[in-house]
């Protein structure tokens, strides 16, 4: 069987555990053979080809549904997208799996994707007096066409049909919260202008190439798991300085779309990037040499599932580092309260980062304050945005400046206030 119609199998069971047998439909694309992935689920399923998206209205309580390269006509008709959405829906049993494949490569539109994972995100629709969505699980580049055809615009989607309380916000989601909030594309753009080029963390290029280096010695090949990997600047940089493998992975669309485009650009296979929960998405055991993390941990609740994730992953001997906003001692005033609630941060303090870190199993673990070298790239960055603002303002709005020269004040008295800390931390998975 193709080596991409393989993968398409094995995102079906990541997120499917019911017993077998299961009730399949295949939808392909014209001129596109699925035999033999319908094979692939074995002789006890009932399996049904068909082709055109126009046939799932047809199927129902199916356990899996896969879409292959089948949604040329809904790619540039909402009316059609909506339809077909609907009727995916409809065509599973709660709790089963929809598998999209389609290559957006034709469309020569990189954001394309992040439109297409927040449609999927947030789409709901009414069924007997329920309100159904899809749950969305991941967004994967097909791995054949990165590699054999250095294509990074070929995506998977893997979906979960769901109930939802019904909602009246604008905002459905956090992967919705992030892209509507902190990380528009606006945003985004903003902070790569004021770090500097590919990057979105305090400090930019040279930053992140020290923050490397605290790692020690590493060999060409070995593989890298770099969470919250933003516009991907640390994991090309990873890729190109030591020759690492990096697999990036981000919750927000909108920056991963940017990533995947100088990706795309770059060319470079020894990066690949999925959109999906690090908290969630099940990697391969044992099958990263390095695990890093630059300033994004602050939006996971869960620390010790984070952690306890990120054993499980590394090989034996595997270390982990991550860079993260955290809580100082200081009384907390009522801004900083304010600033952390509408960020949706989780913050610890070192002994606690350490705690859970000992509790998981990491040994060698090193945390450290890097809160005045935090404070130094503030200040530097605002002096850059202050001395430079005509410029600034040719490509954002005031609106923007202000706010990015607000909050770093705001940051800078937070740190003096021994509110707003800036932490490193370093482990290993023991032997």
Known sequence: MPA???QLVECVHRVLHTPKPWRVGIVSGEGVSDSALADQFGPAATVTLTTGSASIGKFTELDVLVVNQALDKELHDSNALDKFVSHALKSLRTGGACIIRQDLTSLNDPKKVAKLTDYFDVFRTAEHGENFGFSFYAVNGVEDSIY?????QDFIWTLVKKSFPS???SIITFRDFLDKTQYTDTGIYAYEWIFGKDFISPGGWHQNLAILKRFGPMKTGQKMLDIGVGIGGGARQAASEFGLHVTGVDLSSNMLAVALQRVQRDKDTRVTYAICDATVYDFEPSSFDYVFSRDCIQHIEDTENLFT?????????????????????GKLSENFKKYVEQRQYYLRNREQI???????GFKDIVVENMTGRFKEILEEERKRVEDNKE?????????EYDSLVNGWNAKVQYIADDNHNWNFFLA????
């Open 4 to 6: 991409a119609e393989q």
């Open 148 to 152: 054999a055809k250095q294509n990074w």
């Open 167 to 169: 909602s009246n916000g």
């Open 309 to 329: 994730r990120i054993h499980r992953v590394l090989k034996p001997g595997g270390k982990v580092l991550i860079t993260m906003y955290g809580v100082g001692h």
């Open 354 to 360: 350490k705690e859970v870190a000992e509790k998981v």
């Open 391 to 399: 410029e600034f303002l040719s490509k954002f709005s005031q609106k």
């Open 428 to 431: 290993s998975k023991p032997q």
